[in-house]
């Protein structure tokens, strides 16, 4: 019996975790090596120096304003993106209609259901592009509108304004995410036992008091886990950057630079491939501490159910 | 439950007992106060919807215009319906062969990286064994790390195996690179099944395999349903990969297609075919998730509970 | 980093040698096993063929050739022109033709391969900096093709069928090593019906230019536009080129030698100065900070703004989008006063889209061969006809049908005569390119003033002079 249950796990383990080492492990391991080398990228050729890209990080001042950036987006669009998504999905699961608290949401919630998805299937080179067009300073869909609403003294060069892109970029982000998100807690909502809700309806409790003392205790593992998930789509925000603001800087006066444009601009225009993955290492070290944060942070408060 | 119309496949147990709705509402009066914050609810609803519908039906509507009427009216509807942006775009961005390069990449990858993943999953989750916390803290720390550090010691590895440029190649990368998020997600999930069912199963005589292949991944389903929407739509963005791996503009998937055209408005402006091709590529895929809106969501619902 | 452990019993380094030797390790993985990293192949094992007169640089004729071209403003109509007169040639040869957007990305892979391709158009958003592959000896000393006869007259070599500053431009340390195939020039464009219809001059004087853009703004049109997302240091050849016809080309060498106090001359501080003074105004549309160049281009030609400051390929780039009665036309730079050291026609002209000879090419000799090719006054015509721009080879354009752009451009060209100049600090040192994008929008925006930008700039160039591992180049 032991003996077949170690030949069993070998070989669950074995071909997924080849693919893995091969394909994920190595390279890795590779750039990790190449972080301490001075390796340009282009020849076979690099000298080994030891830590000394990491020393040169530690006092580079636009590596340090980048983590800047990734912090307070790793800080607003996981929460915005979160209490948005449980408000709409608190009111169209479990808010009932004409206060009947805990059974069914508002009117329409079925046709909101559907269209609050729509942003997750748009690919982010698409939203990018749409977004670098919505905020187009002059026939931008954004300024447009606020004109067409007479409030044309609201109007901004937004992805311009040093104060307003980066912003600008976080609402991008929010907008393709909050859909995912409602859908996850609306269904984690629906999976509370009614009769959970009755008990708090019979006690009295408003819709506000169920949320925060029934509703949200109930989903608290959802919402943790939802928080390492945007947090890591947040460090992958390149992408929309990459289509939305085009610039090796990082937006105007560098207020959108992220780490990962700093490690693209350093491998790619500025030919220091053992720097930039020096960046990449610390980047990496960055986002697993907040894993491990995130997760020993929020344990204490789940609920079991 | 208002909701509950939409009742899941695979309902658990403690979710099947749906109560009729009541008509007769006692609390309505008690709770008249919420007046306001009703008006406030359905203000928000609202205007998230909008705000979540506008920019792509403007899209939809720039990309029948000329490219003046993009720059000089962003509210006015097309003058006259251009239908030629739609085949510029076809034509210059092969936007239809790339549709199905991806398709074919990411449906075998996802299908590959859901059975794998969830091999490991439960093995790290239901069984005991030396170096068990290496493994799967090795695959968390995949999740953190920057895709295009790796991309040059990736380019060789692939070519070294003779895979560059091909489907199978990019499927194994794509199922190698989409491995962390969905081991970690299906641990979890494991963990939370019920062990009664497979101690049963093992006392009649059933293999450590059989198991899992016969009992625990059926009862895995919603789980899989959900990771597997979130790998589908996660590798369907995904652009820096095929970049490097899938040199050959025949080959290319549809996110690379997309770039380019987006990359060429930096050098020749056209903006109307540029719009007609994201039209193009985003249609099928909001068809898609219209049509099937439902079963995803019954996915992601009895997935989210854990 | 928590890579997974090798298997119990066998070591690291052992684990290494196995991936290696599986195959999975990548170059430089696989160098970095040996304690000291190899020189790499020095010598060629290039094709060669014999040297003959029609044969000067020793093709071999049946070696293939593979000729990589960034697909950009000029579209790759050209280069497929110039892969049949090639082919015409040498027709065992198997000529392979890639076109793409994104160089870098794409190509990275195969230079660490050793596997890059012969002829390569270096050009673009993504292309590889030209100091990085320098400096890395990526690149053919071009040297044998410039001495080499060129295709049209046996006793005329190559390097004297180049229009100015082709060489230079393409000149790192004593290796000519890019061919810069496209004469770029740098003006201020207008559309000439507008300025006919409104009776507008174009401005010779910075103080005829601030009178004219008062006149302009005054007619409700922005006398600028400008791409402050991503390009606002297009905008320089407004302060940088002022300032070096003011004072001569002395300042435009003192800033590429890394002098201190370059970026602090008399006629830079001014020039700079008065493009402040031009912000500050409002001459800038407004809203420009927030505007990529494609839009903000998009805007000028719609009438929303009177100039646009670009090099010539602006024509190219904005067919079918500019009204066909546009009549783009290019003016010099205005001079900062009637004592400058170089006449108001003076020109840059800075030789871009860079086409390189790979040095661990298989074909290294085919690849200077299609160079070439391209530099044959059919070559260059067929250049000329497929793009409306002036290639780097002497009179090209004689013969081919011009567009507005390419008029006015030739007239220009011709106006200059001699006086022509370029800088290369930007191609020698890659950190100014996000620098002057960065500083030049927060200029024009306002967000800085000449003072402050001009600083930022010292500070790059102090930082760069002081860093002995980036090569330094001189002229």
């Given at each position: 019996m032991r003996y077949g249950k170690y030949r069993f796990i070998a070989g669950f383990l074995a071909v997924p975790l080849a693919l893995y080492i091969v394909f994920v492990v190595s390279p890795y391991a590779q750039a990790f090596y190449i972080s301490m080398t001075d390796w340009r990228g282009f020849s076979g050729q690099q000298n080994f120096i030891g830590f000394g890209n990491y020393i040169e990080l530690a006092t580079d001042g636009r590596f340090w304003r980048a983590m800047g950036h990734n912090g307070l987006l790793l800080l607003v669009v996981p929460l915005v993106t979160i209490v948005f998504a449980l408000f709409l999905a608190a009111v169209t699961t479990v808010a009932g209609r004409q206060g009947a608290v805990g059974r069914g949401g508002v009117r329409g919630s079925r046709f909101y259901q559907v269209v609050f998805f729509f942003p997750q299937v748009v690919p982010v080179v698409i939203a990018g592009v749409l977004f670098g067009f919505f905020f187009n300073p002059d026939a931008g869909l954004l300024n447009g509108l606020l004109r067409v609403l007479g409030l044309g003294w609201l109007t901004r060069p937004w992805l311009g304004d040093p104060a307003l892109a980066l912003p600008s970029v976080m609402a991008v982000l929010i907008w393709g995410a909050v859909g995912f998100y409602y859908v996850l807690f609306s269904s984690a909502m629906k999976s509370v036992p009614p009769d959970v809700f009755e008990a708090a309806v019979l006690d009295g409790a408003g819709r506000l008091r169920t949320f925060w003392s029934i509703t949200l205790p109930m989903i608290w593992d959802s919402v943790q886990v939802s928080y390492i998930y945007l947090g890591i789509m947040v460090l992958d925000g390149f992408a929309l950057l990459q289509v939305m603001l085009p610039v090796p800087g990082g937006g105007p006066d560098g207020s959108t630079a992220v780490v990962s444009q700093y490690l693209y601009e350093s491998a790619f225009i500025n030919g220091r491939f053992g720097y930039a993955s020096a960046i990449g290492v610390a980047l990496c070290l960055v986002t697993l501490l907040l894993a491990v944060a995130v997760l020993r942070l929020t344990r204490r408060q789940q609920t079991e159910y | 439950?208002?909701?509950?119309?939409?009742?899941?496949?695979?309902?658990?147990?403690?979710?099947?007992?749906?109560?009729?709705?009541?008509?007769?509402?006692?609390?309505?009066?008690?709770?008249?106060?919420?007046?306001?914050?009703?008006?406030?609810?359905?203000?928000?609803?609202?205007?998230?919807?909008?705000?979540?519908?506008?920019?792509?039906?403007?899209?939809?509507?720039?990309?029948?215009?000329?490219?003046?009427?993009?720059?000089?009216?962003?509210?006015?509807?097309?003058?006259?319906?251009?239908?030629?942006?739609?085949?510029?775009?076809?034509?210059?961005?092969?936007?239809?062969?790339?549709?199905?390069?991806?398709?074919?990449?990411?449906?075998?990858?996802?299908?590959?990286?859901?059975?794998?993943?969830?091999?490991?999953?439960?093995?790290?989750?239901?069984?005991?064994?030396?170096?068990?916390?290496?493994?799967?803290?090795?695959?968390?720390?995949?999740?953190?790390?920057?895709?295009?550090?790796?991309?040059?010691?990736?380019?060789?590895?692939?070519?070294?195996?003779?895979?560059?440029?091909?489907?199978?190649?990019?499927?194994?990368?794509?199922?190698?690179?989409?491995?962390?998020?969905?081991?970690?997600?299906?641990?979890?999930?494991?963990?939370?099944?019920?062990?009664?069912?497979?101690?049963?199963?093992?006392?009649?005589?059933?293999?450590?395999?059989?198991?899992?292949?016969?009992?625990?991944?059926?009862?895995?389903?919603?789980?899989?349903?959900?990771?597997?929407?979130?790998?589908?739509?996660?590798?369907?963005?995904?652009y820096l990969l095929p970049l490097v791996l899938m040199p050959d503009s025949d080959h290319y998937v549809l996110s690379q297609g997309l770039a380019v055209l987006a990359a060429n408005q930096g050098y020749r402006s056209d903006w109307s075919a540029l719009f007609a091709g994201l039209v193009i590529a985003l249609l099928p895929v909001l068809a898609v998730y219209v049509v099937f809106q439902r079963r995803i969501q019954e996915g992601l619902s009895v997935g989210a509970i854990k | 980093m928590t890579p997974s452990r090798p298997p119990t019993g066998i070591d690291r380094r052992q684990f290494l040698q196995r991936l290696a030797a599986a195959g999975l390790l990548a170059v430089p993985g696989a160098g970095l096993l040996s304690a000291c990293a190899t020189g790499g192949g020095g010598t060629t094992t290039a094709a060669q063929g014999q040297v003959s007169a029609t044969n000067p640089l020793g093709v071999a004729a049946d070696a293939p050739l593979d000729v990589v071209i960034f697909k950009g403003g000029y579209g790759d109509d050209y280069a497929i022109a110039h892969e049949a007169m090639y082919k015409q040639r040498y027709p065992q040869a198997q000529v392979k033709h890639s076109a793409s957007t994104q160089i870098a990305q794409e190509m990275q892979p195969r230079f660490v391969a050793g596997n890059p391709p012969d002829v390569l158009d270096d050009t673009g958003a993504q292309k590889i900096e030209y100091a990085v592959l320098v400096n890395d000896n990526q690149l053919t000393d071009l040297g044998p093709l410039l001495d080499a006869p060129s295709v049209d007259d046996p006793n005329v070599k190559v390097r004297d069928t180049l229009l100015p500053g082709v060489i230079e431009q393409g000149t790192f340390g004593d290796k000519f090593v890019i061919l810069n195939y496209v004469y770029e020039t740098y003006a201020l464009w207008y559309s000439k019906p507008l300025f006919e219809k409104n009776g507008w001059q174009v401005p010779t004087t910075w103080d005829e230019m601030m009178a004219l853009c008062e006149k302009i703004k005054a007619a409700g049109i922005a006398p600028f536009a400008y791409g402050g997302v991503n390009a606002g240091d297009y905008v320089i050849d407004l302060n940088l080129g002022a300032a070096i016809k003011q004072g001569g080309l002395d300042v435009v060498k003192n800033i590429d030698n890394l002098q201190s106090g370059a970026w602090t001359q008399d006629t830079v501080l001014a020039a700079t100065q008065r493009l402040e003074e031009m912000a500050r105004k409002g001459y800038f549309m407004p809203g420009s900070e927030g505007l990529k160049h494609t839009e903000a281009q998009t805007a000028w030609v719609q009438g929303k703004a009177a100039f646009y400051v670009s090099g010539s390929w602006i024509e190219n780039e904005m067919k079918g989008i500019a009204p066909p009665d546009f009549a783009m036309t290019a003016a010099p730079v205005p001079v900062l006063d009637s004592s400058s050291a170089m006449p108001v026609t003076a020109l840059r002209t800075q030789p871009a889209e860079a086409f390189v000879v790979p040095s661990k090419a298989k074909n290294v000799n085919g690849g200077m061969?299609?160079?070439?090719?391209?530099?044959?006054?059919?070559?260059?015509?067929?250049?000329?006809?497929?793009?409306?721009?002036?290639?780097?080879?002497?009179?090209?354009?004689?013969?081919?049908?011009?567009?507005?752009?390419?008029?006015?451009?030739?007239?220009?060209?011709?106006?200059?005569?001699?006086?022509?100049?370029?800088?290369?600090?930007?191609?020698?040192?890659?950190?100014?390119?996000?620098?002057?994008?960065?500083?030049?929008?927060?200029?024009?925006?306002?967000?800085?003033?000449?003072?402050?930008?001009?600083?930022?700039?010292q500070a790059e160039t102090d930082r760069i002079a002081a860093d002995s591992s980036i090569t330094k180049y001189h002229r």
């Open positions: - | 439950m208002t909701l509950g119309t939409s009742a899941p496949a695979t309902t658990p147990p403690d979710r099947s007992q749906r109560r009729p709705r009541r008509h007769d509402d006692a609390h309505h009066k008690a709770l008249t106060g919420e007046r306001t914050l009703n008006v406030f609810t359905h203000g928000f609803l609202a205007v998230w919807a909008i705000l979540v519908a506008v920019p792509l039906i403007w899209a939809v509507l720039t990309a029948f215009k000329t490219d003046s009427e993009i720059f000089s009216s962003p509210w006015s509807l097309p003058a006259q319906w251009q239908f030629g942006n739609f085949v510029r775009a076809w034509t210059t961005a092969s936007i239809g062969t790339y549709f199905v390069n991806s398709l074919i990449v990411v449906s075998v990858s996802v299908v590959l990286v859901m059975l794998l993943g969830s091999m490991v999953a439960y093995v790290l989750a239901r069984y005991e064994f030396p170096g068990r916390g290496v493994i799967y803290y090795a695959f968390v720390a995949g999740m953190t790390f920057p895709i295009f550090l790796a991309l040059v010691p990736l380019f060789f590895v692939v070519q070294n195996l003779g895979m560059l440029g091909t489907y199978h190649g990019l499927i194994l990368v794509y199922t190698a690179y989409a491995l962390p998020f969905t081991v970690f997600f299906m641990t979890g999930f494991f963990r939370t099944l019920p062990s009664a069912l497979a101690e049963a199963a093992m006392l009649d005589g059933c293999s450590h395999s059989g198991v899992f292949f016969r009992i625990m991944l059926p009862l895995a389903r919603p789980g899989l349903i959900s990771v597997g929407i979130f790998n589908f739509l996660g590798l369907w963005n995904q | 061969e299609y160079l070439r090719t391209m530099l044959s006054k059919e070559g260059g015509m067929k250049f000329a006809e497929l793009t409306a721009s002036v290639p780097a080879v002497k009179d090209a354009t004689a013969q081919a049908k011009k567009t507005p752009a390419l008029e006015s451009l030739t007239a220009a060209l011709a106006a200059a005569g001699p006086n022509v100049f370029s800088w290369q600090f930007r191609t020698w040192y890659s950190t100014y390119s996000t620098l002057l994008i960065t500083e030049t929008t927060n200029l024009l925006a306002g967000r800085t003033d000449a003072k402050g930008y001009l600083a930022k700039l």
